[in-house]
């Protein structure tokens, strides 16, 4: 069987793989900035709205927009209510009281989840991830700061706590992705499982909210729904999939590693946080985790 070499990746492959790092990495810090105009979970329905009808217009464009086959239907449902309406829902209500160096951190923790899911299904996982559990826990510790984290704040707490299972809910939706045989593409999905994500999330904010807001009239609403709804979800998740067909599995998955790493750096830039010790340190361990699961699935 042959192998991918560097030599035979067209060079459109990294440019995509440079573009779905910085699209998702800037989604943290335009959340922030967007919830200076909204409240969590009606900004979240209000991203996933967007993307839905952005991502019907793309496919529409490439002649592609058709209905889901029956049997994509069950992960159309899956990857729409977990790794979407959960997960924006829970990383908008986190992100209102953790920076968002940090809580794109502690959110993209979805591929040490995956170790002890792997187990309870069955699946056979070697020591190296084990070990790259271990060093990702010691890197949320780091991270968290625990010589001077307020445990009296309870919305501290909770932020690191909502951040933490916006992760584990990915995880879930990428269990079960990693599990199914597709009928359609990935890329087709996307319009549907947006328009569940928006279906979840509009009465979640109705109730869960039901004082919330959307600033209509500031442009801090306007620029994260726009970037975070019309260019980073559609837009990003085509160049993340076209990345996925065109690398090696190992040379994506490594690679979108840089996701948390551009969150950071552009968060210093955009909503004026700094990088700290524990910062840096605890995100070095928590990615060099990661970069260990990963490895261990060669």
């Known amino acids: 069987m042959s192998t991918m070499t560097d030599q035979s990746i067209p060079r459109a ?8 790092i910085v699209l998702f990495g800037l989604t943290w810090p335009a959340m922030k900035i967007g919830l200076m105009a909204g409240s969590p979970i009606w900004l979240a329905a209000s991203r996933a709205a967007m993307s839905a009808l952005t991502a019907f217009a793309l496919m529409a464009t490439l002649g592609r927009l058709a209905w889901p086959k029956r049997a994509d239907w069950p992960v159309v449902l899956s990857v729409g209510g977990l790794q979407l309406s959960c997960f924006f829902a829970l990383a908008n209500l986190g992100i209102q009281s953790v920076p968002a160096g940090r809580s794109g951190v502690l959110a993209y ?8 899911l792997s187990l309870l299904v069955g699946e056979k996982v070697g020591r190296h991830a084990l070990a790259g559990v ?16 307020d445990w009296h704040d ?11 299972l916006a992760g584990f809910t990915w995880a879930l939706a990428m269990l079960h992705t990693r599990r199914h045989r597709w009928r359609g593409t990935p890329l087709d999905a996307l319009p549907w499982q947006m328009t569940v994500a928006t279906v979840l999330l509009l009465p979640l904010a109705a109730i869960a909210e039901p004082h919330g807001h ?3 009239d500031r442009w801090e609403f306007w620029a994260a729904v726009i970037y975070n709804g019309a260019l ?5 998740t085509w160049a993340a999939v076209s ?15 840089g996701v948390p790493m551009v ?22 361990l928590v990615i060099a985790g990661i970069a260990t699961v990963i490895l261990d699935r060669r």
């Open 232 to 236: 980073a979800g559609p837009a990003g």
């Open 109 to 116: 923790t979805a591929i040490l989840w995956m170790v002890p």
């Open 214 to 216: 959307l600033d209509l």
């Open 13 to 20: 492959a990294w440019l995509q793989l440079a573009a779905a």
């Open 154 to 164: 309870h919305q501290i707490v909770m932020g690191h706590a909502w951040l933490l």
């Open 263 to 284: 969150g950071i750096a552009s968060s210093v830039f955009l909503v004026s946080e700094p990088i700290s010790l524990p910062l840096a340190a605890g995100a070095a």
């Open 243 to 257: 990345v996925a067909r065109a690398l090696p599995p190992i040379t994506g998955a490594l690679g979108m590693l």
């Open 134 to 149: 271990a060093l990702g826990v010691a890197g949320i510790v780091v991270l968290s700061d625990p010589w001077r984290f």
